[in-house]
């Protein structure tokens, strides 16, 4: 999963995909996800961050992680790999 | 070092387009304790899901509706109406706040007579009483509302039979302005059907006419319907004194009340439609006040009321069983409740809040119940904060019906606790298991044994 280099983030999880002129809101685990997906984690070094940092399991939260990348490819923030 | 609270990560579009002019709900606050205790305190002590019932709110409900009759007519009557809830426990706190008991069914009626109400203080509703029903209500000086002419035959010969006075009432259906018109129940006003039983009520030598009952509609919206019903009612009544020169004892004019839900298909919620109790009080009253009884005959005015009085004081407490993402795209929340026990899901938008704190973040979802039936939907669309595996959610106004038409299909029914005044949880109802089933079936002997 590769996210599209354009789309602009802010802190606060606001999106703008300048492809499409869609804009999309996440929440803080979301903005944190996407930054690592900009910074080219692989979905394991996410799960590890993610299961180290918050209250959640490795293997429930790749569960999530998995819905996420589908609602990314919905809105079409994703590159083709 | 501690580890963060963790939220499934969401991401939702921004659409930009035409405002709604009710504005975008925004507020969301957890709901996370039931008159004082703790909603993961009951799960953990009681399972999940539970029913919970605020005694609290049923007695300021009930109080409220009193205040809202009596302080505009001199003589009123509320008959807990059985069919809504008839756990004993809530019938006693209706009782103790001074109800009468309505009952439609002998077995019904047989709670009512085991919870302690005097025989004379029961109404007896419905189209089904067999003779034997119908004896033991003469025996007891129950009031009988007769459904239909073979009933009323049936009282006849029974009365003459066993010599003794029977006090009954018809019940009455009418056009009141609603649709569709309930003529299934009782006598009808319009065709003249109505009075013909009246005639053959007061020719009888045991039968008593006490009073005229109407019931004309359930979840009713409109105030000038209950106008109506109760100008017909007095019309029978001013005519039965005309004629007989006999004044009747009380006007019932049912239940039928909305509660606060949201029906489906509604596009503002319950609680912005629905007229006040005190609106339908005043239409009622002020139509028999008005109608040209002398004082002394003013009837004694009954009420039905169950939904009203009990949706406001049930919740139900649930758990997240999992997510799923639909083909559609659409969030999918299964919980561990459905249209088995919360059946009333069907015709309302049931409000549903989570137990615990949450971020402003929210999704559109499904909310499907466990059973393995593609009914199984509790909330069609829903719009909720991040809901996890294990979370848990309370369901709002759900006192009046689900716990009498809820269903052992699939799953178990819950227990069912009444929170007291003093803020203590009393199981009021013990939860069904395999031996509930098993205790009541039974397995022929050649069935007993099978190779596979």
């Not at chain 1, 685990?29 to 590890?48: F, R, T, V």
């Not at chain 2, 009380?250 to 596009?267: E, I, K, W």
Request: net charge neutral; with cysteine.
């Amino acid at each position: 999963m590769k996210i599209n280099k354009n789309i602009a983030i802010s802190e606060s999880g606001f999106i703008f995909n300048p492809g499409t002129g869609d804009s999309f809101s996440t929440n803080p685990i979301g903005a944190e996800i996407i930054q690592l997906l900009k910074d080219d984690k692989k979905p394991s070094e996410i799960i590890k961050v993610i299961s180290s940092k918050y209250q959640i399991d490795g293997p429930s939260f790749e569960k999530d992680l998995e819905d996420f990348y589908s609602q990314l490819r919905d809105g079409s923030l994703t590159a083709y790999e | 070092m501690e580890k963060l609270r963790y939220e499934r990560p969401a991401i939702k579009k921004l659409n930009a387009g035409l405002m709604n002019k009710f504005g975008t709900r925004t507020e969301y606050a957890p709901c996370t304790h039931i008159d004082g205790v703790a909603v993961k305190d009951l799960i953990k002590e009681y399972g999940s899901p539970v029913f919970v019932i605020s005694e609290r709110t049923i007695r300021k409900t009930s109080q409220n509706a009193n205040r809202a009759f009596k302080t505009r007519y001199p003589k009123v009557q509320f008959a807990w109406s059985y069919k809504t809830n008839y756990i004993d426990a809530v019938c006693n706190v209706f009782h103790q706040e001074g109800s009468w008991a309505e009952v439609v069914s002998i077995f019904e009626y047989q709670k009512a007579i085991d919870n302690g109400v005097p025989g004379n203080k029961i109404i007896f509703n419905g189209p089904e009483k067999s003779v034997a029903d119908l004896e033991q209500a003469v025996n007891n000086g129950s009031f009988i509302h007769i459904d239909h002419f073979d009933e009323l035959y049936d009282l006849i010969e029974l009365t003459g039979r066993i010599k003794k006075k029977a006090k009954v009432a018809i019940r009455v259906n009418m056009d009141t302005g609603i649709y569709p018109m309930w003529d299934r129940f009782g006598f009808n006003y319009e065709t003249g059907q109505a009075w013909n039983a009246i005639t053959k009520i007061m020719a009888s030598e045991y039968l008593e006419l006490e009073g005229l009952h109407s019931h004309i509609g359930t979840f009713m919206l409109s105030t000038q319907a209950y106008s109506i019903a109760a100008s017909k009612l007095s019309d029978l009544a001013v005519n039965i004194k005309y004629k007989y020169n006999k004044a009747i004892h009380y006007l019932d004019l049912g239940g039928g009340f909305p509660s606060a839900n949201t029906l489906r298909g509604s596009y503002l919620p319950g609680a912005d439609v629905i007229p006040s109790i005190d609106d339908f009080a005043e239409a009622i009253t002020s139509t028999i006040l008005n109608y040209g009884y002398k004082t002394e005959d003013l009837p004694l005015l009954i009420l039905e009321t169950g939904r009203a009085l009990i949706d406001d004081a049930g919740y139900l407490l649930g758990s997240v069983l999992a997510n799923k993402r639909l083909s559609d795209g659409r969030r999918a929340t299964i919980m561990d409740f459905g249209v088995n026990i919360l059946f009333t899901s069907f015709w309302y938008e049931h409000k549903i809040t989570p137990a615990q704190e949450f971020s402003q973040h929210t999704e559109d979802m499904v909310m499907y119940g466990p059973l393995c039936m593609n009914i199984d939907v509790v909330r069609q669309s829903v719009n909720l904060p991040l809901l996890n595996k294990g979370d848990q959610v309370v369901v709002h106004k759900v006192g009046a019906y689900n716990m009498t038409q809820w269903m052992q299909f699939i799953a178990m029914r819950p227990k069912v606790i009444l929170i007291d005044m003093d803020g203590k949880p009393h199981i009021i109802r013990e939860n069904e298991t395999v031996d509930t089933l098993r205790s009541m079936e039974r397995k022929p002997d050649y069935l007993k044994k099978f190779k596979l």
